[in-house]
């Protein structure tokens, strides 16, 4: 018998209630009614005064994610929700199905470092993949770090790798049950073995090493209050250097800023060893700052762009010239050359000048720098010479998106993937010099692409905004208004969401669903403006514009309300929660992951404090206002009928603390005005989705599915894929 596992709070009784009531299910019939029962939930008087606003906040105990309080509520609730799920007969051949596409050959784009190739392989069903490597590329790759070995649920996921410059040791990253939280070691690349090196308390930092090989730069976080780890606020991180053999206590401070905490700080050093680059970040706005440090001159750090007025991202250098991606009096971004004996703006060379197209990405690599742009949200990449002149295109395997083109300033080769809704992520091998492309891995997906086809429409939104769509689904559907939709939107960060391929969406489209993709306001399809144009008090565009997609796919035939489902994660978990208290009329499913749900206390918890630059703070008057205005858990209304809601959270989730998804939970639970189901699935060790096991997503998926296929009254495909 499956059942959802219970949050990292849980402890002996509350896990054996939970086990036990849903154990006590496992024989019973499918229940017709759609009525469910939930568990009563605590209101406590809590009322806060929020300039001038009271604000009730009855369900704050969930807060507090390691009582013993919190995990009762938790196995009460996901013993609720497996019966449910339980109670569908179609979600094991869902399921078989997942696992029968899952099942392939899986690469990421290599890198190279002293001669020897590095990358990722999953052999198909592995929960984690495992990091190759190999004398050459056309050499017999073998296993360096297999993180399936280190946790027996696999849970402990490899996350950053960096390799020394001549190839012999890697720094690598590992996270815990989905937290963000990194602990490093190092690996000799020779022998297979770990080095006594630890360092712990990183989050939001990779690793950079020193030309020599002696050691690498991270960035890391005091250690967190005892009970804490995975909801505390995260201020004042800091620059290190760790010298190999040496204790973390040891390690050099390199860089801080005690009078600015929610600044953080990344290190870099150039491949000519000579620099470190300090890219200061301030939460998730676009605006940074740039420093450096001569290593060669053994120099102090020199502020070199520090007003915070444009973005600035490092991509290379040669000698004292560094090149640099940046929206500075360019919205859709250009490429500039500074040269650090001549810093000053008038000096500045414009290498790549702004075109029509949003400039997403940009490297330098084998002398040439490669420009990776958005066209209506979908990929096209032009070559330059460091001195601007064009240098052709990069000839792409059809409408998609592009990954990768990362490199040496020196090396004449580079690698990136490229998929689209119906190609697998494949990878290339691009010679920077000729020009030319060559296939080096393909997975072996069993589906046959030509069934499917893509299409991309543009929506008016309510102010009239044209709002790009991609519409996937089955060749020969009709438009009838009978088809099950799912519709995905994210809309913020400068975020762009571009196609890509997915097993769970190729199952979904094989049960004779509609996969559609809104490219909303807020996102980072077409620059600055269209990210603006989403954010603070205009994020109410982004709602608009999911509704407008919403109601065109309704109007076109493609769907009807009853067969229309929506969903969304993180930011895109705020959109769900937000458009169904808005326009619970619409829908007629809504699932909303590890969503920011409390829009007037997600800045005291973690990192949330950065996201202010998108959102705006609770604590300044007018954004309140706004806030309050949309923010799901405080526009849930009595008497209102919702529509069937899947919650879905994680219990390790330290970047959106699940407490968002439990008091809304609780709270649409008490305010559902209809016999629609409002359910909440919270997984164990599990965080905010990286590094989630396959057996553990699989599972995820499987239930997502299956939840529609009884709600929105689909009829599966007996047998499924054929």
Known sequence: MRMIATSVAVRGLALLAAAGAVAACAARPQEEERRVVYPETEREDVVETLHGVEIADPYRWLEDLDSERTADWVARQNAVTSRFLDGIPERAAIRRRLEQLWDHEKFDTPWTRGGRVFFRRNDGLQNQSVLHVAASL???????????????????????????????????????????????????????????????WSKFSGASWAKDGSGFYYSAYDPPAAGKEYEGANYDQRLWFHRLGTAQSDDALVFEDPEHPERGFGGQVTDDGRYLVIHVWQGTARENRLYYVDLAAGGQVVRLLDGADASYEFLGNVGSVF??????????????????????????????????????????????????YLRDAHSLVRVHETDGTPAGDVELPGVGSVWGFEGRVDEPQTFYGYADFTTPFRVYRYDVLTGRSTLWRKPDVAFDPARFETRQVFVPSKDGTAVPMFITHRKGLEPDGSNPTYLYGYGGFNIPLTPGFSVSRLVWMEMGGVFAVANLRGGGEYGEEWHEAGTKERKQNVFDDFAACAEWLIAEGWTSTPKLAIGGGSNGGLLVGASMTQRPELFGACIPEVGVLDMLRFHKFTIGWAWTSDYGSPDDPEMFRHLLAYSPLHNLRDGVCYPPTLIVTGDHDDRVVPSHSFKFAAELQLRQACDNPCLIRIETRAGHGAGKPITTLLDELADKWAFLVRVLEIDVPDPLGE
Not at 342 to 368: K, Y
Request: with cysteine.
């Open 323 to 372: 090149f640099l991606k940046t929206d500075l009096l360019a919205d859709r971004g250009r490429v500039v050359a500074i040269d650090l004996a001549h810093p000053g703006r008038e000096s500045w060379r414009e290498v790549v000048p702004e075109a029509a197209e949003n400039l997403s990405a940009a490297s330098l690599v084998g002398g040439r720098v490669v420009c990776s």
């Open 138 to 200: 056309d050499a017999e790759p073998r296993v360096l770090l297999d993180p399936n070995a280190l946790s027996a649920d696999g849970t402990v996921a490899l996350g950053h790798v960096s390799a020394s410059p001549d190839g012999t040791r890697i720094a690598y990253a590992l996270q815990e049950a989905g937290s963000d939280w990194i602990t490093w070691r190092v690996r000799d690349v020779d022998t297979g073995e770990d080095l006594p090196d630890t360092i712990a």
